[in-house]
């Protein structure tokens, strides 16, 4: 006897978040998935490996607890008066990506700009909370700006490099803040454009404009020049938003190798790419976090009713 299908409104069919992940083919790895972050895993703490370590495809012994790289608690920030973000608490995995997705204006890329104190420079703007990395509250008043935007370096949404050559694109910071040997720079130079994946594409004219290249190239020299100075998270602001589809899948791909030696923290309204590329989704809404969860989770089986509806396109 055949089972009973269940009933749909008859007005609409509409895609369910299981769908649209199956559309979505992750890329395939080599080592198990690492096991879910709790939301209230403290910094420096070890998430419970949970039931994931026994999943199908593991390997018999059980994976390395996850290890939170940075933390947002009761994060609040305000423009002047007006509030943007309302107690957001998230832990960010170590060498895993996290995507923060939601409708334009939610907060996303203010919360992003939080996590190196980028935001400093808006007048009148506060925080209230704290943002931790190793542990260390980023707001305190003994941490040191420069060096915190060292080890959290940013891509921003439209590539922007420097009217320099390829080579001084990715060498000028490192010579104007002496963060190397003057004879180390060439070889650091080199490192940052083969983790980018454009060394094989530029090596032979490495004093070309860098505002020469394509899109895409110009977009993974910016990411080049943040990886030069071996930051341990990097944040990214839509880096793919204004790329075609191949410059995308590159960037994709490279987002993907860079976290085994990265912490990952991206903004996206690319539902799928966030599918594609991340270990977890933090989904904000109105300055809140809905939720947040492994992307598996998010896209497959959402806690919320509102998640669903926004990444099957119901609405944003």
């Known amino acids: 006897m055949m089972a009973a299908k269940p009933t749909k409104p008859e007005e609409e069919e509409p895609v369910t978040a299981s769908q649209l992940a199956q559309k979505v083919p992750r890329p395939t790895a080599t080592t198990a998935r ?32 996850a290890v939170v790289r940075m933390e947002a608690r009761n994060l609040d920030f305000f423009y002047g008066p007006a509030q943007a973000l309302y107690q957001i608490s998230l832990p960010i ?72 050559s390829i080579y001084e694109n990715v060498a000028y910071r490192l010579r104007i803040n002496r963060i190397v040997r003057r004879s180390q720079i060439a070889e650091r130079v080199e490192k940052a454009l083969s983790e980018a994946a454009l060394w094989d ?12 290249l394509s899109g895409g190239q110009q977009q993974r020299l910016c990411i080049a020049r943040a990886l030069a100075i071996e930051p341990e998270v990097i944040l990214m602001d839509e880096p793919a938003s204004a790329l075609d589809p191949i410059a995308t899948q590159k960037v994709e791909d490279l987002i993907y190798q860079l976290k085994s030696s990265y912490t990952i923290v991206i903004v996206t309204h690319n539902m799928q790419q966030a599918a594609r590329v991340s270990d977890h989704t933090a989904f904000f809404m109105l300055g809140k976090l809905v939720e947040f969860d492994r992307t598996v989770k998010i896209f497959t ?15 944003g």
Do not use: W
């Open 34 to 65: 690492a096991p879910e972050v709790s939301v209230h895993a403290r910094s420096g703490e070890t998430a419970s490996p949970g039931s994931s370590a026994g999943a199908p495809g593991s390997s018999a012994s059980p994976a390395s607890p």
């Open 93 to 164: 995995e170590r060498n895993a990506v996290t995507a923060l997705i939601g409708p334009s204006g939610c907060g996303k890329s203010t919360f992003l700009r939080c996590l190196n104190r980028m935001n400093d420079i808006i007048p009148k703007s506060r925080v209230v909370g704290t943002v931790t990395l190793d542990g260390v509250d980023i707001y305190g008043g003994e941490v040191d700006v420069v060096d915190l935007r060292r080890r959290v370096g940013m891509v921003f949404q439209k590539s922007n490099p420097f009217p320099k």
């Open 201 to 212: 594409e530029v090596k032979d004219r490495l004093d070309a404009p860098g505002m020469g």
């Open 301 to 315: 089986n959402p806690g919320k009713a509102i998640t669903e509806d926004y990444i099957t396109g119901r609405f």
